[in-house]
């Protein structure tokens, strides 16, 4: 991998997540349920104890300073998403951000909470254990498109600041 995809990705997925953070606060200002970076942190932490699915996170037992490793791997999750955008179109798109590329990767990386995150955290594949699963697939399907815009965004003023 080049060092200008992974350098470039660090900060094209530390600014998007940035900016989709201003998303999500948004939707706290509107009384909308987000995510919890303290449940996120707790499933991490679980981990280290080799216990990657929960039957309710929120029931599981809480650790120390999960908000804050909640918060690492948020990050961590948009860099991780930023480098898979890099990866797929190259430096190219660095220079001349495509919004497409950007809304399809963020749309197509959906399927990590989807069938990852959601069953380890004991929401069922999709969401299925939760009362209303096919909204909160069309919620998480719209927070990763979101992302995707944040990506283009997060290009585009860096290009801006060069």
Not at 17 to 36: A, E, V
Not at 85 to 106: F, S
Request: with cysteine; net charge positive; hydrophobic share 55%.
């Amino acid at each position: 991998m080049k060092v200008t995809i992974l350098y470039n990705g660090v900060l094209v997925g530390l600014v998007a997540t940035m900016l989709f953070d201003g998303w999500l606060w948004g939707q706290k200002q509107l009384g909308l349920k987000t995510l919890n970076f303290a449940y996120l942190g707790r499933w991490f932490g679980h981990f280290t104890q080799m216990k990657f699915v929960h039957d309710n996170i929120g029931k599981s037992p809480a650790l120390a300073h999960e908000w804050g490793m909640g918060v690492a791997g948020h990050y961590a999750i948009g860099i991780f998403i930023a480098e898979l955008l890099l990866l797929v179109c190259g430096d190219q798109w660095m220079r001349e951000p495509k919004i497409g590329a950007a809304l399809v990767v963020g749309m197509l990386t959906v399927v990590f909470p989807l069938l990852i995150m959601q069953p380890g955290m004991g929401a069922g594949i999709a969401f299925s254990k939760t009362p209303q699963p096919f909204i909160s697939c069309l919620k998480s399907l719209f927070n990763h498109t979101i992302f995707g815009l944040c990506m283009f965004l997060a290009a585009e003023l860096m290009n801006l600041l060069h």
